[in-house]
């Protein structure tokens, strides 16, 4: 039995607390070209500085489109922006577009194409497919797919968030209680998400990643102290008003889901389909996270009930070592 909490906590320890994790590590590049006449078209590429995209990564034209001109590039913020003017000779639909060096990169890379008289599409390259081909008029690639998937990867890889929805299971007793208030988190992020991207509201990025750490510090907390005070007469605050909890919460982290979004870049002509799907994205992830920690735990319980609460102690105790040394290392930074 020691020998599997032992395991319990360093996989978590590896898998979480290895390298350096901030609130959001979505991160991925950005490529838009737009259309402003039959032959003329700009490419705007974005990359953060500190990746290996923004030091030696390059767009792979389709066969059609050449350069011309002066290429600009310029900081903003911690990314590099390229722009560019392409000459391109008759539709570019059919043809291949892409990142050289993504495939030796650990991000994935957004594609919006806008042509004139045709459907916008945004297109997902990834390190395993770094080139893509543009989609004929027939089967243009959706926006709203695009950032659905985006945002249901974002919960699932997003540590912190992962770890908060997790903690959540752990507190609370009840798929359907848990479930609302996982919504009520969704609900709030969404609030200061939309905010934030439209310009409405702003916190700066380094102390509200560490608050994010720590708002998983205090549900850790918590589960430890509801498993002490296991039958005692009343609940305490978090167990019988957990929405008001993750409402509260979900504010902040919507600010770390607004600065990836603001890393990611947001198709001017679709930021409504695009926040709107993210999020649809985000909940789908959330749900999925849900599900299966209520899936290993059904499994203890029916196999192996004896093993039930040391593990959800030892899982609290890791996840709440974890998020501390984010809050320090974060406030540190």
């Known amino acids: ?10 996989f978590i320890g590896l898998l979480f607390g290895g390298s350096e994790v901030h609130a959001d590590e979505l991160r991925p590049a950005y490529v838009e070209l737009n259309q402003i006449s039959p032959s003329e078209w700009t490419l705007l590429w974005k990359a953060s500085a500190q990746s290996r995209l923004g030091r030696s990564g390059d767009v792979i034209l389709p066969e059609s489109c050449r350069a011309v001109g002066e290429t600009k590039r310029h900081f903003v913020a911690s990314n ?6 392409l000459k391109c000779s008759g539709s570019i639909a059919g043809q291949s577009i892409g990142l050289k060096g993504l495939e030796l990169s650990t991000t994935d890379a957004l594609v919006r194409i806008a042509p004139l008289d045709e459907e916008t599409q945004t297109l997902r390259l990834t390190p395993d497919a770094p080139v893509t081909t543009i989609a004929q008029k027939d089967a243009i690639a959706n926006v ?4 659905t998937i985006i945002g249901i990867e974002h919960i699932v890889l997003g540590f912190d968030h992962l770890l908060f929805v997790l903690a959540l299971v752990l507190l609370l007793k009840g798929g359907w209680l848990v479930a609302k208030t996982v919504t009520a988190f969704t609900i709030a992020h969404s ?8 310009g409405y509201l702003s916190l700066p990025s380094q102390p509200v990643e560490a608050i994010i750490a720590l708002s ?15 039958g005692r007469v009343g609940a305490r605050l978090s167990e019988r008003f957990p929405w008001i909890v993750a409402f509260l919460f979900g504010l902040l982290h919507g600010f770390g889901f607004a600065g990836a979004l603001a890393e990611i870049g947001l198709p001017q002509d679709d930021v409504p ?4 799907t993210f999020n649809l994205g985000v909940e789908i992830g959330q749900l999925l996270i849900v599900a299966m920690a209520f899936a290993v735990l059904a499994l203890l319980h029916r196999f192996q009930q004896s093993w039930l609460q040391p593990v959800k102690t030892t899982t609290s105790y890791a996840i709440g070592i974890i998020a501390t040394y984010w809050f320090i290392e974060r406030m540190v930074a």
Do not use: P
């Open 1 to 10: 039995m020691k020998a599997c909490v032992l395991a319990i906590v360093c």
């Open 80 to 85: 590099i922006l390229t722009n560019q003017t």
């Open 144 to 147: 709203a797919w695009t950032y």
């Open 191 to 198: 609030i200061t998400l939309i905010g934030s991207t439209l």
């Open 216 to 230: 998983i510090v205090f549900l850790a907390v918590e589960i430890v102290k509801a498993q002490r005070d296991d």
């Open 273 to 276: 389909m695009a926040l709107l």
